[in-house]
């Protein structure tokens, strides 16, 4: 049985409001930053009991439509995106190059989590061909999910099931972390498919993905 914390100390929300949903988790309130274009749909990033501040994107620069980076008082970074791009030629990964030519300063002056949705796969077809995992390698950056536990790119557990189906699974939603942090990641879970696909109350085709890191 997979284990998910039910309270995290950051979460990367994608496809969530401006405004934090109700009732709170736990009922506790968190600090909540988002970015989006509109009020109903974009990328948030969460914190309970850390305070952070938003940072701007390096000058000239625009990152994707549903990105934003954030400061933790910890001294941790946070890159959170969702790749939705708009226009005839727009495509996820130009939206991803975007936040990354956005925050690389952040996240070569910083340990930093990058997370959210990708909207493609690691290793695959759209990733070889725009070299969006061969990027973050560069810059020192691995997918926790794959080096934690030892897992091949084509090989993931999915994260995402489109229009609702178990037969249509993908690995979509991803968590980056520096090299250096692999040895202190306690553990990184997937939610299955029953108890959280559901047309429902989530009203989600995605599942979470929760990493742990020993900070101490």
Not at 20 to 42: H, S
Not at 80 to 94: D, E, F, K, V
Not at 166 to 182: E, G, N, S
Request: glycine letters at 10%; hydrophobic letters at 40%.
């Amino acid at each position: 049985m997979q284990r998910l914390p039910t309270t995290p100390d950051v979460a990367a929300l994608c496809e969530v409001s401006r405004q934090p949903p109700a009732p709170t988790l736990n009922g506790i309130n968190p600090e909540w930053l988002w970015a989006g274009e509109l009020a109903d749909r974009g990328t948030a990033i969460a914190s309970w009991g850390i305070g952070m501040k938003r940072l701007a994107p390096s000058e000239g620069t625009t990152p994707g439509r549903f990105s934003l980076a954030v400061d933790l008082a910890n001294g941790m970074g946070v890159v959170g995106l969702w790749s939705c791009p708009q226009g005839p030629n727009a495509s996820y990964a130009a939206e991803i190059h975007k936040t990354l030519d956005a925050f690389e300063g952040l996240m070569r002056s910083r340990p930093c989590i990058v997370a959210g949705d990708f909207n493609l796969e690691p290793g695959g077809q759209t990733d070889r061909r725009y070299g969006i995992t061969r990027r973050l390698a560069d810059l020192g950056y691995v997918s926790a999910y794959h080096a934690f536990n030892d897992v091949r790119f084509g090989d993931e557990q999915p994260t995402y099931f489109h229009q609702f189906k178990r037969d249509k699974p993908f690995h979509i939603d991803m968590v980056f972390v520096p090299t250096d942090l692999v040895v202190k990641i306690r553990s990184v879970e997937i939610a299955p498919f029953d108890g959280w696909v559901t047309r429902g109350a989530t009203r989600s085709d995605h599942v979470p993905v929760a990493v742990e890191i020993d900070l101490a």
